[in-house]
């Protein structure tokens, strides 16, 4: 172990505390009024109406979710899939050997082939540092104010993206519209609305606006100059996949009526 502040100390594991197996609690055993939370190696699997621990608790992963740290400020019942610690020596804060435990990362002492799981042996070997009792409850209180930064940052950064999606579609929604390029059409000349356009299979055809269209057109947002809203049935035919199982015009699918997509794209604007 490299060189420790002045006045702190070290030990095994073993020699702080003990690592008490978990009891086992079915599901069906539980009381789901109770008050008293039920600790797996995830973390918490239900409630009950009686404890297991004797105060605040540190709960250790054995098989599952290895070397997974939990903690409980008051009494719980830990399972069958973990390790539990309820006594603390020298008035040690649980909560700062609970930081100290998720900082060793002990899901790395897994040593099992066929199971995984965590030996209880393996963990207790371990060789810590241990500060003045005064200096691990200033510990405590400075990792506290800095984790409470930690997760407001972190729900910011859960919003970016939702907030990218949103940008993503007022973008696509903008060039779409003809607002994206509106500097660039004030510099350049465009055609007159009704000028030929790409019409089916890459052919030049001159549409103009079916009654159809202009009926559909009539409660559609303003466009710029020379665009115009024009059905998408002009410009090709929508197909339906093929999925072999189902057949085409089964009246369980369509009520009766299999109507080709085609047909309806005739009233789509673009």
């Known amino acids: 172990m490299s060189e420790l502040p002045k006045g702190w100390a070290t030990s095994m594991l073993s020699g702080l505390f003990a ?9 069906e055993k539980r009381n789901p009024k109770g008050s008293i939370k039920v600790y797996g190696s995830n973390g918490v699997v239900g409630v009950h109406d009686n ?7 540190i709960i250790v992963g054995r098989k599952g979710s290895v070397g997974k740290i939990h903690f409980s400020p008051e009494r719980c019942w830990p399972i069958d899939t973990a390790y539990f610690i309820d006594q603390f020596p020298c008035n040690f804060p649980p909560n700062y050997w609970a930081f100290y435990l998720k900082s060793l990362r002990l899901g790395q002492q897994d040593k099992s082939s066929a199971i995984h799981g965590i030996s209880r042996e393996d963990i207790c070997k371990i060789e810590v540092p241990i500060p003045p009792l005064a200096e691990q409850r200033r510990i405590v209180a400075k ?21 990218l999606k949103r940008f ?17 059409r004030s510099a350049n000349s465009a055609p007159p609305q009704g ?20 009926e559909a057109a009539e409660d559609l ?13 002009h410009y090709g035919r929508c197909f339906r996949g093929r999925f072999s199982i189902r057949p085409r015009n089964d009246p369980r699918y369509f009520d009766g009526k299999c109507q080709s997509r085609s047909e309806t794209a005739e009233n789509w604007p673009v």
């Open 51 to 57: 404890a297991v621990t004797k105060g605040p608790t």
């Open 19 to 27: 690592f008490n197996y978990g009891k086992g609690l079915i599901q």
């Open 168 to 184: 993503r579609q007022s973008v696509l929604a903008a060039a779409c519209s003809g607002k994206l390029t509106a500097d660039w």
């Open 221 to 233: 947002p303003e466009l710029p100059e020379s665009w115009q809203w024009i059905g998408l049935g």
């Open 195 to 214: 000028q030929d356009h790409p019409g089916k299979g890459g052919r030049e055809q001159k549409i103009g606006a079916s009654r159809r269209d202009a």
């Open 143 to 163: 990792l506290e104010k800095l984790l409470e930064k930690v997760d407001a940052s972190q729900k910011r950064l859960a919003k970016i993206p939702i907030l």
